[in-house]
């Protein structure tokens, strides 16, 4: 779980746009609002204060993002989601520890926006403010306390995450973007799969050792004849043995479709070259290298390895000016954030409440 965690605080590639948050959200299935001082102070980031009504409302709106869609595609309740626990921690002393930090790190990027002249301009201004109304005119003055969605949080946390998507861009305008067809090259390859599952009964089980064996020569045949034809036609060599052909895009460092069976067909120095049967865990593979350069996959991977070198310098810069920033965070303020006493879900436009449980 702590890396589906990761991947879905990931706020590079994956975070909610600003001005979509506050329009898009609002507030129910509260079980225990409690008392909160809006203006007690969560954490200092050097020079600033971060006030609990802005951590109140950032946290809000994540938790909703979480129970509305995270608990639901794993079946689960909020409640339920929230007390699971892994790695000695509930999930949500989990995800709050990584919101924090998130905050923290938006109060660093505000104190080093001048460095790059980054400022928000009179549109943005005004479509955070539009927002922000838009929040208000669409939650109950119930909801609004219970998450401190009042106009000055919510335009505060608006404004931190606009700096923020505007900072990316800026600390990482110096980036090389010069990928090399070498560099990013990505081969190409089809292959069939024989399983050492089979079907029965509305059911998948395990193949006896007998029934893997008569398998392993009918891949291994299938190999044979596939390296011995004239044409190499691994299309038509499937067709006649009832196997599906599948594609795939690859290079060194590939797992997928298998690890085994990507370090085979790179092992091999033509295309059209075709692999030995590749014995896994779960049955044996036999691939065609197709191409040594496919092209819309490599310029896919120079995409990615630039993305990359942009988020590693980014998080470079962040690191190092977190390291020289004093932070103190208050866990008894921050602890008044209870995920589990209060769920909040979305709200779509139409004003239909997306199920999820308190």
């Excluded at 949500?92 to 109060?107: A, F, H, R, T």
Aim: charged share 35%; net charge negative.
């Amino acid at each position: 779980m702590k890396g589906e965690r990761t991947e879905n605080m990931n706020q590079w590639k994956k975070r909610v746009t600003a001005l979509g948050l506050a329009g898009m959200l609002a507030v129910t299935g509260l079980t225990g609002c409690g008392s909160m001082n809006n203006d007690d102070v969560v954490a200092t980031v050097g020079e600033s204060e971060i006030k609990l009504g802005v951590a109140n409302f950032y946290a809000r709106m994540q938790q909703a993002q979480y129970e509305t869609y995270y608990a639901g595609m794993m079946g689960t309740t909020g409640e339920e989601l929230w007390a699971k626990e892994t790695d000695g921690k509930t999930y949500e002393q989990s995800v709050k520890s990584d919101m924090i930090k998130s905050l923290e790190n938006m109060y660093i990027l505000e104190q080093h926006a001048s460095e790059y002249d980054v400022v928000l301009s009179e549109d943005e201004k005004k479509a955070i403010d539009k927002a922000a109304e838009e929040f208000d005119e669409n939650n109950a003055l119930e909801d609004k306390e219970a998450v401190s969605g009042y106009n000055k949080y919510v335009k505060k946390v608006l404004e931190l995450i606009t700096i923020q998507s505007k900072m990316e861009d800026a600390m990482t305008a110096d980036v090389d973007t010069e990928v090399s067809d070498d560099e990013a090259a990505q081969k190409a390859m089809k292959y069939v799969f024989y399983s050492y599952t089979k079907d029965e009964n509305d059911s998948t089980s395990t193949m006896s050792e007998t029934e893997k064996t008569e398998v392993k020569k009918k891949a291994t045949d299938f190999a044979e004849k596939l390296k011995n034809s004239d044409t190499k036609d691994i299309d038509a060599v499937a067709n006649e043995a009832g196997m599906e052909v599948q594609t795939a895009t690859f290079d060194s460092e590939s797992t997928s479709p298998n690890a085994d069976l990507v370090k085979a067909a790179d092992a091999l120095t033509a295309e059209g070259d075709v692999t030995d049967a590749i014995e896994t865990d779960s049955g044996i593979y036999v691939a065609k290298v197709t191409s040594f350069l496919d092209r819309t996959a490599t310029d896919a991977k120079k995409q990615s390895i630039v993305e990359e070198r942009k988020k590693d310098q980014y998080d470079d810069l962040l690191k190092k000016w977190r390291k020289k920033t004093d932070i103190n965070l208050n866990k008894r303020v921050w602890k008044k954030v209870d995920f589990q006493k209060q769920g909040v879900t979305v709200k779509d436009t139409s004003g239909n409440t997306e199920e999820s449980a308190e």
